[in-house]
């Protein structure tokens, strides 16, 4: 079956300007998550989405960041006017309900000039 | 504060033989932990995970072994295979959070 995606796979963009990030999860998961990972980091925690409610954003940077899901599938992160230290690779990830394990889609790479 | 740790940036070794990648954490909270395999432009796959109550978990080639008492796992690919290359995370899972914690990543590289 398909699995998860994200678009766009490449974004450029210029300092201070808001930029979306969309992913797709695998059907029927309800359990959402956003990490990202900075050059030569590990995968850092974004937030989490049970359904269409977040009961963890503790990962959020700053209140710049905000993310939402709609219909318990898809969900949209925004970055409003982006800085150079957001340049990272943006992942998505997706659970079945109970399960630890997750499903990661291929990421976006966002470079903010 | 790096919960998680992977202190060696990169593995190699030769093909047939077994590659062992370590992990270290700090927090006792954690009750569950995972390996994940990473290729350039992809997402991370997962591989193979252990619960705390367990010491051992084994998935073909693939073995991981958790010491609790030293906070400290480690993955063991045998044979290994030059298509096991890639990037390996370590990622951990706090009790009452579902947010994994990961390490920066092992790039081993095995060599035909």
């Known amino acids: 079956g398909a699995g998860v995606s994200q678009s766009p796979s490449n974004k450029v963009t210029e300092k201070g300007k808001d930029v979306e990030l969309r992913c797709d999860p695998i059907?029927?998961?309800?359990?959402l998550y956003w990490y990202r990972q900075s050059l030569g980091q590990g995968l850092e925690f974004l937030i989490y989405?049970?359904?269409?409610?977040?009961?963890?954003k503790s990962g959020l940077p700053s209140d710049r960041f905000s993310a939402e899901r709609t219909g318990g599938s898809v969900s949209t992160l925004t970055i409003q006017r982006t800085q150079q230290e957001d340049s990272a690779v943006y992942l998505c990830?997706?659970?079945?309900?109970?399960?630890?394990?997750?499903?990661f889609g291929p990421g976006t790479r966002l470079t903010v000039l | 504060d790096q919960q998680v740790k992977q202190n060696s940036p990169s593995l190699s070794v030769q093909e047939g033989r077994i590659s062992i990648l370590n992990c270290d954490y700090t927090?006792?909270?954690?009750?569950?932990f995972l390996w994940y395999k990473k290729y350039p432009a992809e997402g991370p796959t997962f591989l193979i995970s252990?619960?705390?109550?367990?010491d051992k978990n084994e998935d073909g080639r693939f073995t991981v072994f958790l010491n609790k008492s030293a906070k400290h796992l480690s993955l063991h690919i045998v044979p290994s295979q030059p298509g096991d290359s890639a990037v390996y995370f370590c990622?951990?899972?706090?009790?009452?959070?579902?947010?994994?914690?990961f390490g920066s990543g092992t790039r081993l590289q095995v060599q035909p």
């Open positions: 990830a997706s659970s079945l309900g109970g399960s630890n394990e997750q499903f």
């Open positions: 059907s029927g998961h309800t359990a």
């Open positions: 989405f049970q359904g269409n409610s977040a009961p963890d």
């Open positions: 927090n006792s909270m954690f009750d569950y």
């Open positions: 252990i619960s705390s109550i367990k």
């Open positions: 990622a951990a899972k706090d009790t009452g959070r579902r947010a994994l914690t």
